[in-house]
């Protein structure tokens, strides 16, 4: 398999929040800081590398009937993991993202990677699909906490860049965190559109047409 085509996929290509729109959850809520949105995306991709990596060198070992259950306690050790780090090294960081770390055991991109990735693939795939997933959803979530931060609080890092004139509220309550949510999609779409566009296209087009001329 393709290592970097792997790990790129998860980047852009298959982005868990842009393409696949899972674990909307978290992301909205956390993005109201930068601080916040890095924060998230570390742990959430130190707890899909760790349990991708366990899950594929033992998918052998777990039987298919209780691979869920064993899944679970899997990614609820890894999580476990990353909390006590947060809450003793970066307690502030913790207590702003609150109930959030503790839920990335129920996490949807966590739990679909492995069920349909990792227990099915070796190491050397594994890893760079979940540093490629893990690092896609970071990218994002960070995205959206800069434009929410310095729009809504005026600041980047709690380093202040708008006069209070400027900041709108609207972005740091959940409908911003929706809107903004909005425009990447939005961005998105038009980017891969564009691309669409390119010298491939009028290719397909003609194709198109001998297609409609063959039926007519």
Same mark, same amino acid.
């Given at each position: ?8 996929? *998860?980047?852009? =290509?298959?982005?868990? #929040?842009?393409? #696949?729109?899972?674990?909307?959850? %978290?992301? +909205? /809520? !956390?993005?109201? &800081? ?5 924060? @998230?995306? #570390?742990? @959430? ?5 760790? %349990? ?34 947060? =809450? ?7 207590? /702003? ?5 503790? +839920?990335?055991? !129920?996490?949807?991109?966590? @739990? ?5 990735? %990792? ?12 540093? *490629? ?13 800069? !434009?929410?931060? +310095?729009?809504?609080? *005026? ?17 740091? +309550? ?11 999609? %939005?961005?998105?779409?038009?980017? =891969?559109?564009? *691309? ?6 009028? &290719? ?7 297609? =409609?001329?063959?039926? /007519?």
């Amino acid at each position: 398999m393709n290592t970097f085509k792997i790990f790129t996929n *998860g980047i852009v =290509k298959e982005n868990p #929040l842009l393409i #696949l729109a899972i674990g909307l959850c %978290s992301s +909205l /809520a !956390v993005t109201t &800081a930068v601080a916040n949105g890095i924060g @998230m995306g #570390l742990s @959430m991709t130190f707890v899909l590398l760790m %349990s991708e990596v366990v899950i594929s060198v033992f998918r052998k070992l777990i039987p298919d009937s209780v691979r869920i259950p064993v899944f679970i306690i899997i990614i609820a050790a890894f999580t476990t993991v990353i909390d006590y780090i947060l =809450k003793a090294y970066f307690p502030d960081l913790s207590k /702003a993202m609150g109930v959030f770390i503790p +839920l990335i055991v !129920v996490n949807c991109i966590i @739990m679909g990677r492995v069920e349909s990735f %990792s227990y099915k693939n070796s190491l050397s795939a594994v890893i760079p699909d979940a540093l *490629g997933m893990g690092l896609g959803y970071t990218w994002v979530l960070t995205g959206i906490a800069l !434009v929410r931060e +310095l729009l809504g609080n *005026g600041t980047v890092l709690n380093y202040p860049i708008l006069p209070d004139a400027y900041k709108i509220l609207f972005f740091t +309550l959940p409908p911003g965190g929706f809107f903004v949510f909005a425009l990447f999609i %939005s961005l998105n779409l038009f980017l =891969k559109s564009r *691309g669409g566009t390119g010298r491939g296209a009028p &290719a397909d087009a003609e194709a198109g047409l001998a297609v =409609k001329e063959e039926r /007519a």
